[in-house]
């Protein structure tokens, strides 16, 4: 089976710009959920999909949007980037089916705003 | 709220047993997962605890008490390639999408 992917794995941006992230599930994985990577916050999540629905959110701006399509495969997307959103993006698909499912990582998206 | 701690560093010698741990307040408990993650590289799954006790796996084992809100993650006859940060989750709602992270353990091992 494959893992998960994810485009593009490295990205430069300048200030103001806005930026899409795409992520592809595990083959048969229904939940993708996005969390944020700094040096300084550590893993901080961002939201969850389910079936195309938001499922869960956390503490983030509205510049900070995501949906997820018929096949399961996600996309993140930040307007108005801020020199604080350089990080690693990482995506990570489970069944979503249950709390003791494993969620799998993609190997991520760096992103660094200028 | 959340809030989830471990140490930042340690360190061990090749071939030693060595031990992270982490406490967590969180709202909801849904189980505990340690994940490794190796500079510049994705984390991988380690092991879950939702149960009190010891889960086994190779070298690798982890413990949890709910009643204290601790857990360690044991690894064994440790190798230099287990040199990475080691991150204690949380999954704190009703479905496996939502985890929260503790900042992470980096673990150098010395020959």
């Known amino acids: 089976k494959a893992g998960v992917t994810q485009t593009p794995r490295y990205l430069i941006k300048t200030r103001g710009q806005q930026v899409t992230l795409s992520c592809s599930p595990i083959s048969g994985h229904r939940s993708v959920s996005w969390y944020q990577q700094t040096p300084g916050q550590g893993l901080q999540f961002l939201f969850e999909?389910?079936?195309?629905?938001?499922?869960n959110k956390g503490n983030f701006p509205g510049r900070f949007s995501g949906r997820q399509f018929s096949n399961s495969r996600s996309e993140m997307n930040v307007s108005t980037l801020e020199l604080g959103d350089s990080a690693l993006y990482l995506c990570?698909?489970?069944?979503?089916?249950?709390?003791?499912?494993?969620?799998?990582f993609g190997p991520g998206t760096r992103l660094l705003v200028l | 709220g959340q809030n989830i701690d471990q140490p930042t560093e340690m360190t061990a010698t090749e071939g030693a047993i060595v031990q992270i741990n982490c406490t967590y307040q969180?709202?909801?408990?849904?189980?505990l997962f340690w994940y490794q993650q190796h500079a510049g590289e994705a984390p991988t799954f380690l092991s879950y605890n939702v149960l009190d006790g010891l889960e086994e796996k190779g070298r690798f084992s982890s413990f949890l008490s709910r009643s204290k809100g601790y857990s360690y993650l044991l690894l064994k006859e440790l190798q230099m390639k287990d040199s990475a940060s080691y991150l204690c989750?949380?999954?704190?709602?009703?479905?496996?999408?939502?985890?929260?992270f503790g900042d992470g353990t980096t673990l150098t091992v010395k020959p």
């Open positions: 999909y389910f079936s195309e629905t938001q499922r």
């Open positions: 969180t709202s909801g408990f849904n189980g």
């Open positions: 989750a949380v999954r704190d709602s009703g479905n496996a999408g939502k985890s929260t």
């Open positions: 990570a698909s489970s069944s979503g089916t249950g709390p003791s499912e494993t969620q799998y």
